[in-house]
């Protein structure tokens, strides 16, 4: 005799997985804007304001979000407006930059990256010698956070 499954014990919340326990975020993430990549950038470290820190982000091609543009981000959390009205707290600041810039950004670390193993490959296997071959067995694997 087969037993019957009532449709109550079928419905998706019974057989969803459980969900798991992770840490809160400290800052929240705005929602994803087309086009645009967000990142908190610190303005200060121990009550002393970090200039060339912003400065260096700004170069970058970083601009700093406006409360007006992000009204979700001020519902997640309590937040302090700076005088210019950007987006602040705990010593950060909201920024956005266009995502090209950023793929191009990534682009020119990851060739660097590529020439400086290039560099030590190539300096390694020319001490090469054909009565005692060295084999380049060495594996990298790098990782985007952003």
Known sequence: MVEKI?????????TQR????KPPSLLPDPDPRPGWKHRWVRVSILGQADDRNVSVRYQDGFEACKWEEYPEIAAKM????DKSGNIETGGVMLCRAPQEMVDQRNAYYQKQGNDYMNA????FMRENDPRMPLFNQSRSEVKSFR
């Open 6 to 14: 009532s449709r109550e014990q079928t419905t998706r919340e019974a």
């Open 18 to 21: 459980p969900t798991t326990w």
């Open 120 to 123: 030590v490959n190539s300096n």
């Open 78 to 81: 309590p937040l302090v407006k």
